[in-house]
């Protein structure tokens, strides 16, 4: 008998067709609490991880950038802000929700021509080869069910010479560090989750999923596989997060 191919949904094993659905129904529930919940799990710092990002991508005035699973537009924002009125901006999400809410955010904020919004699939981006100066993406790719794919497709579409940078929560590098982190995550979480979203699974989810993703050096292995070069990391505090940056050739 064929066996249906799987995959993690956090800690749970699911048939591969599921998992988009399923992270489809985590964003659309929590979308308009998206932004709030970042704040309040992350006490801000999610902000300065961003800033660290756009520092790194090396975008200048009049350049182009795409932030795959780029939600409600934070890196996409301070993208813009190096781009500038002649660059442009593309926020690229499946799901129409945090694109939405996302543009909303943008367009109060005063970003009226620069960011553009395109709903699709990081596991076929839906540009031409080097299209862009620098592609993103910000705790998205843990979503995604073929992640090398994803990867393989942001690098198709950055010019030679770009950067392709990767934020993702990753691995504490201390012990003691790590056991405080699981309490956190896995009590505190969930718990926040249920008062703000109403959707405590959202944030069981997010915890499991960030233990199931490839350690700092894995995922390093896994952007040199798709072609990219010089790929280097920095962990974000003690390793909570980890930027990833590759170079097309
Ligand atoms: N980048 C934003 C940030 O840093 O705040 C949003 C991150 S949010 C945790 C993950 C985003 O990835 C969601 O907006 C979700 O819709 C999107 N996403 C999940 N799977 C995707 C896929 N296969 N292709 C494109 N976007 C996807």
Request: aromatic letters at 10%; proline letters at 4%.
């Amino acid at each position: 008998m064929d066996k249906k191919p799987t995959t993690h949904f956090g800690s749970k094993i699911i048939p591969v067709e599921e998992k988009k659905g399923r992270v489809q129904d985590i964003f659309t529930s929590v979308a308009d609490k998206y932004d709030l919940m970042n704040d309040l799990m992350s006490f801000g710092i999610h902000r300065l991880w961003k800033r660290f990002v756009a520092e790194k991508t090396n975008l200048k005035p009049g350049d182009s950038a795409i932030d795959v699973c780029g939600g409600t537009a934070d890196i996409a924002m301070l993208m813009a802000k190096r781009v500038g009125e002649k660059g442009r901006i593309v926020v690229y999400d499946i799901n129409r929700e945090m694109l939405e809410t996302g543009r909303e955010k943008c367009i109060d904020r005063g970003f009226l021509k620069s960011i553009r919004y395109v709903q699709g699939n990081a596991e076929e981006i839906a540009f031409a080869d080097n299209t862009f100066h620098c592609a993103t993406v910000g705790f998205g790719i843990r979503n995604v069910t073929y992640l090398e794919k994803a990867f393989g497709e942001m690098a198709r579409v950055v010019k030679p010479g770009g950067r392709v940078i990767c934020l993702e929560f990753s691995h504490p590098t201390s012990k003691t560090f790590s056991k405080l982190y699981d309490l956190y995550s896995f009590k505190v979480m969930p718990e926040i989750g249920e008062v703000v979203t109403g959707n405590r699974e959202a944030y069981t989810y997010l915890p499991e999923s960030i233990r199931k993703f490839p350690p700092q050096e894995e995922l390093k292995k896994i952007m040199e596989d798709v072609g990219l070069f010089k790929v280097k990391y920095h962990n974000l505090f003690n390793g909570i997060a980890a930027v990833h940056i590759g170079i097309k050739v």
